[in-house]
């Protein structure tokens, strides 16, 4: 079992910063590929970034390129996911997820969410 718990969501004007955090308890977080998640009201979830298990590899949505940047401590059992110039498309509930099967392997383990708002 793996347990994850995102924070850092909250409200945050256009152009501006938040960096999220999924913190994870249970197995050994370090071993695993950890992805971020994101669903707008009335849309399906999408793939935002991903983050191999030793942090030296990581892929992105193109929509989110060159603003947002996923980085992880294995100390911390923690992966981030810095988000910058955030506009209104950037809301939604961001989750995060874990792979046990390595990269391109579904996901087994997801958190509850945390919500972020993009106010114009």
């Known amino acids: 079992q793996v347990q994850l718990v995102e924070s850092g969501g909250g409200l945050v004007q256009a152009g501006g910063s938040l960096r999220l955090s999924c913190a994870a308890s249970g197995r050994t977080f370090s071993s695993y590929v950890t992805g971020w998640f994101r669903q707008a009201p009335g849309k399906e979830r999408e793939f935002v970034a991903r983050i191999s298990s030793t942090g030296a590899r990581s892929t992105y949505a193109d929509s989110v390129k060159e603003r947002f940047t996923i980085s992880r401590d294995n100390a911390k059992n923690t992966v981030y996911l810095q988000m910058n110039k955030l506009n209104s498309e950037d809301t939604a509930v961001y989750t995060c997820?874990?792979?046990?099967?390595?990269?391109?392997?579904?996901?087994?383990?997801w958190g509850q969410g945390t919500q972020v708002t993009v106010s114009s």
């Open positions: 997820a874990v792979a046990l099967g390595g990269w391109g392997r579904p996901y087994d383990y």
